[in-house]
């Protein structure tokens, strides 16, 4: 089946400090990946689109200049927290569709983010 | 607005017994995909049900999805401790790919 793989799987940083989330797609090519924050025992909420070669698409109240994408191939997105806070602390999951399957995600590992 | 309605939210059971979560919604969609979740990991698909009316069994699980695609429940037959882990329906609309999620269910199965 198809794999998303989701780097790192945890990191704590220091609050003012940036971080930097890897979603890859392994075994296909995906021109949409989409990247979530869920808080404990709660859904997903979804954050933005991640657009192969343009610019990300945000969800109401999601700071675009905070939470940057960067969707650079057809196999790799990356959420870059900017000036972590601890409130920013989440899991962080990125999904992606694959290409014969049009609406059914796979989704990644997700990673724990602690600011502290 | 939650688009999709998911209940219960919470469900704590004994192991053995039977239980049904449901996804409600007053909006239509072309296909509805279910997922388990365990805690630090990311979910994991279960079924997509795309035509309305249909039923898939995966085990001891059910899947149904309504007639008219605004409703979807997943049921469990004895359940087992190992089918602890948040449940999430979300819905998709056409060919585009992203998905409404209802609020889970947290299931607890004890032995």
């Known amino acids: 089946g198809a794999v998303v793989s989701q780097h790192p799987s945890w990191v704590i940083c220091k609050s003012g400090t940036s971080v930097k989330i890897e979603c890859r797609s392994l075994d296909f090519q995906a021109t949409t990946m989409f990247w979530y924050r869920q808080f404990p025992k709660q859904s997903l909420m979804l954050m933005a689109t991640s657009n192969e070669g343009s610019k990300a698409t945000y969800e109401q109240g999601v700071e675009k200049d905070k939470f940057l994408i960067n969707h650079a191939s057809l196999t790799l997105s990356t959420l870059t927290v900017t000036s972590a806070h601890p409130e920013d602390s989440s899991f962080y999951i990125c999904s992606a569709p694959t290409s014969d399957m049009n609406t059914e995600a796979f989704f990644g590992q997700g990673t724990r983010l602690t600011v502290v | 607005t939650q688009l999709l309605e998911q209940s219960p939210q919470f469900l704590s059971i004994q192991e053995g017994e039977n239980l049904t979560v449901y996804c409600n919604s007053s909006s239509v969609f072309s296909s509805l995909q279910w997922y388990r979740q365990e805690p630090g990991e990311g979910p994991v698909l279960l079924v997509t049900v795309v035509t309305g009316g249909e039923v898939k069994k995966l085990k001891r699980l059910t899947f149904q999805f309504g007639d008219a695609r605004k409703d979807s429940s997943l049921h469990i037959t004895a359940a087992q401790p190992g089918d602890t882990g948040l449940y999430l329906c979300?819905?998709?609309?056409?060919?585009?790919?992203?998905?409404?999620f209802g609020k889970g269910t947290l299931l607890t199965v004890n032995p």
């Open positions: 979300a819905g998709a609309r056409g060919s585009n790919y992203k998905l409404t």
